[in-house]
């Protein structure tokens, strides 16, 4: 395809590549009195409360009722609306400031051993997620997986499960999820992976709901070896004195000492808040009884949603926009009870409904969720002092199609004073980008994976996933260079694309990654996802990552 614009797009035999443009760092922007903080430096302090979690050993699980693909998919639709529902009420108003972009650079490099070279380790069809052979697949697929070597547990919606020993190449099935208790038994989706390569151990976890899905718990279960059988589950209420509370958009994250869990408290009729707790690693990973903390934010403005960071150390970051031109950073210290979170002004994003149409189908993949202020795909990253930010946007006088705005904050003397010092973009002249994913590697490296498709107006290829790296080699704030990872023909039919892809830390080669990924290819049923487990990195890193990708932890 010759290129359009002035944003180069070049096919390679790994997919597309191309280059985003980039505006230079933006000025402080202002903030309303009734904004929660009217000044960048107030910090505030939330405490939190002692929770503690016993688990149910593997020897007790008990089947799960089974549910059809069509009744999972009809709570989908019911979730799905009642999202839409509440995040319709929020204002997302925004001014928007005219701005000239910059010129596009790229950053790759030619030659395969190059260290700035982006390479493909692996990119490996999950043969099993779209054929209800391992649970219940849709087209909403939202693949989530972590590795240990070869060895790769693998979850999606609406709830199978996997496992492959040889990087990907071929999958089996891992045993059924169990029922839930009583007030939720039924495994229904939005699964989540991750690996803590410290103790050699994966989590993952499900949202379980009744049948009216009106109740719901989540379901963290511990599994020490990928190949074998879980371990134990825990099973984490997110409101134990109440009814008709479900803990909606589930996600998982891991700082030194603590299993972070998040989810958005919701009701039929109204947002109850975002809530975290946090649980002992080492007596999760021993399948003890295990203690923690838990807290629940609302928010003066309105609902907004929190997923824990990536690469935290001793200190987890979290974060949401607070309005058009302000970010709140949270930060909640592995030896501490209090959640602190700083207001940082930055430069105007719009946010509304974007128009995403594309693939042979050319509809529209965005929904008014993916690019509103409630933050369903933000997300967080923690690495060499930073903390970064990314969160999708709608289009606007400056970009002609919806794209991703970041911001990156440098940790100061104190976990809690953040400056911004670049305030990266990620956009197209003639597609779409959004739903980013962010992960950390050993070096403090991220690295990207994002939706990149359709466009405003109609007529923009197919959306699929598409990866890269922000590193010393594409350092932002602009000119990264993105490469598809799954091939895709059409656009989803019901308006959304999946937003669980899962960028981690590759083990135990920490200076790559693994991401998950899809596209839909040659059709719009349950058999056309083409879900994707990928291994990538710079070239400098891949002698450490061919050496040990094989290798799996000693018993």
């Known amino acids: 395809m010759p290129p359009r614009g002035r944003v180069n797009l070049r096919c390679l035999a790994i997919g597309l590549v191309a280059s985003a443009a980039f505006i230079p760092f933006g000025a402080s922007g202002s903030v309303s009195a009734d904004d929660v903080a009217p000044s960048r430096s107030r910090v505030l302090s939330q405490s939190t409360q002692p929770v503690s979690v016993n688990p149910v050993q593997a020897k007790d699980f008990r089947p799960a009722v089974k549910m059809s693909a069509a009744e999972a998919e009809a709570i989908r639709e019911r979730l799905h609306a009642n999202r839409e529902k509440l995040a319709a009420s929020v204002p997302q108003k925004n001014i928007e400031a005219p701005r000239t972009p910059a010129a596009a650079a790229s950053h790759v490099r030619k030659g395969t051993r190059a260290p700035g070279t982006l390479v493909i380790g692996r990119n490996n069809k999950n043969t099993v997620a779209n054929t209800n052979t391992c649970g219940t697949g849709s087209t909403l697929a939202e693949p989530a997986a972590a590795n240990e070597g070869p060895h790769v547990f693998a979850s999606g919606n609406l709830s199978h499960q996997e496992f492959s020993t040889n990087g990907g190449a071929t999958w089996n099935c891992a045993s059924a999820f169990p029922a839930g208790p009583a007030e939720a038994p039924i495994p229904w989706g939005d699964t989540d992976v991750v690996y803590d390569h410290s103790r050699s151990v994966t989590f993952h976890s499900v949202m379980y709901l009744n049948s009216s899905a009106t109740n719901g718990v989540v379901r963290v279960f511990v599994r020490r070896s990928i190949p074998a059988a879980d371990n134990c589950s825990y099973t984490l209420d997110f409101d134990p004195s109440a009814t008709n509370v479900i803990p909606d958009y589930p996600h998982l994250g891991l700082s030194n000492d603590f299993l972070y869990v998040s989810a958005n408290r919701v009701s039929p009729t109204a947002w109850l808040g975002a809530s975290l707790r946090r649980l002992n690693l080492d007596q999760m990973a021993s399948c003890v009884g295990a203690s923690g903390s838990s807290v629940n934010f609302t928010n003066a403005g309105g609902q907004r949603v929190l997923v824990p960071g990536h690469g935290a150390r001793d200190v987890m970051y979290f974060s949401w926009v607070n309005t058009p031109t302000q970010w709140r950073v949270f930060s909640w210290a592995d030896n501490s009870a209090s959640v602190l979170s700083t207001f940082?002004?930055?430069a105007s994003m719009t946010f509304g409904d974007a128009d995403c149409r594309g693939g042979a189908n050319n509809t529209d993949w965005s929904s008014p969720l993916a690019t509103g202020i409630v933050g369903f795909n933000v997300r967080t990253s923690i690495g060499n002092d930073h903390v970064n930010v990314w969160v999708p946007t709608a289009n606007d006088a400056s970009h002609p199609h919806a794209y991703v705005r970041g911001a990156r904050f440098r940790v100061g003397s104190s976990q809690s004073a953040l400056s911004l010092v670049q305030q990266p973009e990620i956009w197209f002249t003639d597609q779409c980008a959004g739903t980013s994913t962010t992960g950390v590697n050993d070096r403090g490296d991220e690295g990207l994976a994002i939706a990149l498709g359709g466009r405003k107006g109609g007529g923009g290829p197919a959306v699929a996933t598409a990866i890269t790296m922000k590193d010393q080699f594409s350092p932002g704030p602009g000119g990264f260079s993105f490469t598809t990872v799954a091939a895709a023909t059409h656009n989803p039919t019901n308006n959304r694309f999946g937003d669980y892809?899962?960028?981690?830390?590759?083990?135990?080669?920490?200076?790559?990654?693994?991401?998950?990924?899809?596209?839909?290819?040659?059709?719009?049923?349950?058999?056309?996802?083409?879900?994707?487990?990928?291994?990538?990195?710079?070239?400098?890193?891949?002698?450490?990552?061919?050496?040990?990708?094989?290798?799996?932890?000693?018993?």
């Open 344 to 346: 940082v002004n930055v």
């Open 501 to 555: 892809f899962t960028v981690r830390r590759q083990a135990p080669c920490g200076e790559f990654f693994t991401t998950t990924g899809y596209g839909l290819l040659n059709g719009t049923a349950v058999a056309n996802v083409n879900s994707r487990y990928v291994e990538f990195g710079r070239g400098r890193d891949e002698p450490c990552y061919l050496a040990w990708r094989n290798s799996v932890p000693a018993a």
